[in-house]
């Protein structure tokens, strides 16, 4: 069986550890050197890169997120093991994890690391489509012939220069489309490497949770509970025109991806229309607090994947949806189209501020469109907020001054309280 070492690279034969270098870091499969969609996911990003710049922290519980008030945008896998996870309120995630150090994010800072990932994975393949700062999809067909090596040695070199270069892990999912390599991409993290080959797709797929499907949230979760759905398998014996009557559109997505079938290319030069982010909580919330410090969260996504995109957004969108499943949706246009993680939040916590006597929420969400290239960005000042350019300047200045020197070269006065 074709098998490959990730730390030295050498392609072997069914071997458990490496006969060259002794690394037992050995992935094998039938189709290893065949398969060509990847995609790659960072591990732990925002943390791994404050872990970097701050060695002190590299065997502490790191926590990326806002205040006591607010909610973790991402943890490092030592606070993972705790418990704490993504969108918690930083109050449950310190309880699990008193010991953790809570830092504030600095999205320039990942967006500088982000685009040296972004430049290497582009030495490998121009079919480069990122989702965020720190994941992309790639396709690496044609690989052998230009680099004379195939995809899943290029993909191993990959992950071992971020490494060596940039000081970041990264997880690896080759299969022979995107839906499938994303799904692998999850299976081993952290510096994990699988592989989901066409010949094992369906015994792969049928006894999977309908939630491995990429999209399939809490409310489409719930309701295909309804319909008796909670496992790929009570998908399949559905007819596809059952599915569509349904679910509509989404009925006909699902029945294609149950049978592990996905025709989307991976295209670097897509149209982006809007870029947003939203989630829907467990249960309704009405507490402001916990409710800002997801619009905080939400608002960071969106600055990510714009910077990942390299574009900037004039109208921002809030979604919000109440209990009783109402939707609410406010907009307003800015003056010039921004990527700022603060200005995104501030912009869209005014117009939270219209409807925040309107809790509990269900569901939220923020939203950029009307999108121009980056360099378009944040150029004018706002005369509604004389303060919104010098910040965007503070922040770019201190994140520069935090790279260089250290994370703690610059504290902000709050972050003292």
């Known amino acids: 069986m074709p098998a490959l070492c990730r730390d030295c ?16 870091r050995v992935v094998s499969h039938p189709e290893l050197f065949d398969l060509t969609i990847a995609h790659m996911d960072c591990d732990a990003f925002y943390a791994s890169v404050e872990k970097r710049d701050n060695p002190e922290l590299a065997d502490k519980p790191v926590i990326i997120g806002g205040g006591k008030r607010g909610v973790v945008s991402t943890a490092c896998y030592i606070a993972r093991i705790r418990g704490v996870r993504s969108a918690m309120p930083m109050f449950q995630a310190l309880r699990l994890c008193p010991d953790a150090v809570v830092l504030r994010p600095r999205m320039d800072a990942y967006a500088e690391v982000s685009r040296k990932i972004r430049a290497m994975m582009e030495e ?17 067909s044609g690989t052998r012939r230009l680099h004379g090596a195939p995809p899943a040695v290029m993909l191993a070199r990959l992950v071992r220069r971020m490494k060596d270069e940039l000081g970041v ?44 499907i990429w999209g399939v949230g809490p409310s489409a979760q719930a309701a295909l509970d309804r319909a008796g759905i909670r496992t790929i398998s009570d998908l399949l014996r559905w007819d596809r025109s059952a599915l569509h009557e349904r679910f509509g559109s989404m009925g006909d997505r699902l029945w294609h991806l149950a049978r592990g079938q996905d025709r989307r290319a991976v295209s670097a030069n897509a149209p ?23 619009l905080w969260r939400m608002s960071e996504k969106v600055a990510d994947r714009a910077k990942a995109k390299r574009l900037a ?19 307003v246009a800015l003056r010039d189209a921004t990527q700022i993680a603060d200005r995104i939040y ?4 005014a117009l939270f501020a219209q409807v925040a006597d309107r809790a509990p929420f269900r ?42 020197f250290g994370p703690n070269a610059i504290i902000k006065g709050r972050a003292l309280r």
Not at 169 to 193: E, M, Y
Not at 346 to 349: E, K, V
Not at 378 to 400: K, Q, Y
């Open 169 to 212: 892990t990264g997880s690896i999912g080759l299969s022979h489309n995107k839906f499938l390599a994303k799904v692998a991409s999850d299976l081993d993290k952290p510096r994990g490497f699988s592989v989901i080959g066409r010949a094992e797709t369906a015994d792969f797929l049928k006894d999977k949770p309908v939630s491995l």
């Open 9 to 24: 690279l050498s392609e072997l034969q069914d071997n458990r550890r490496c006969p060259n270098c002794g690394s037992p």
């Open 313 to 331: 957004g004039r109208v921002v969108t809030l979604k919000l949806k109440r209990a009783d499943h109402a939707l609410l949706t406010r907009r």
């Open 346 to 349: 501030r912009t869209a916590r």
């Open 272 to 294: 982006v229309k809007s870029i947003s982010n939203e989630t829907t909580f467990a249960e309704d919330i009405a507490d402001p607090d916990i409710l800002d410090g997801h």
């Open 124 to 140: 490998l393949t121009p079919a480069v489509e990122p989702l965020s700062l720190d994941e992309a999809f790639m396709d690496l």
């Open 363 to 404: 569901l939220l969400g923020v939203g950029l469109s009307e999108l121009y290239p980056e360099a378009q960005a944040d150029i004018s000042g706002d005369l509604l907020d004389p303060d919104a350019a010098r910040r965007a300047r503070a922040e770019r200045t201190a994140d520069e001054i935090r790279r260089k």
